[in-house]
């Protein structure tokens, strides 16, 4: 199934930016098939779906998130962005990557990266 990779998570005040990258390897189709998604977990919270971003290129975005957050991806690197403006406490959370072919959600999760919100 590959890997992916998180980075780019750390400490940040309120109103802030980051900038989150995915990098996968060893999948076993081209990554452009892929859909990939962003999630994000909070202690004591449920995993949740933060943004998508389809082969096609197509996006959505929790309602949580929208105007703020915006996916995008880098077929040539095998790569898949989150930039995140106007941080709140509440996004405080480990932000994971998955990618998906077709209907069929990839069960391996990388080790995802921290993002603290907080002056």
């Known amino acids: 199934q590959g890997q992916v990779v998180e980075s780019g998570g750390g400490l940040v005040q309120p109103g802030g930016s980051l900038r989150l990258s995915c990098a996968a390897s060893?999948?076993?189709?081209?990554?452009?098939?892929?859909?990939m998604a962003w999630y994000r977990q909070a202690p004591g919270k449920e995993r949740e779906l933060v943004a998508l971003?389809?082969?096609?290129?197509?996006?959505t975005y929790a309602d949580s998130v929208k105007g703020r957050f915006t996916i995008s991806r880098d077929n040539a690197k095998s790569t898949v962005y989150l930039q995140m403006n106007s941080l709140k406490p509440e996004d405080t959370a480990v932000y994971y990557c998955?990618?998906?072919?077709?209907?069929?959600?990839?069960?391996?999760w990388g080790q995802g990266t921290q993002v603290t919100v907080s002056s």
């Open positions: 998955r990618k998906r072919y077709g209907s069929a959600w990839s069960e391996q």
């Open positions: 060893g999948t076993v189709r081209p990554f452009s098939l892929y859909d």
């Open positions: 971003i389809q082969s096609i290129g197509r996006t």
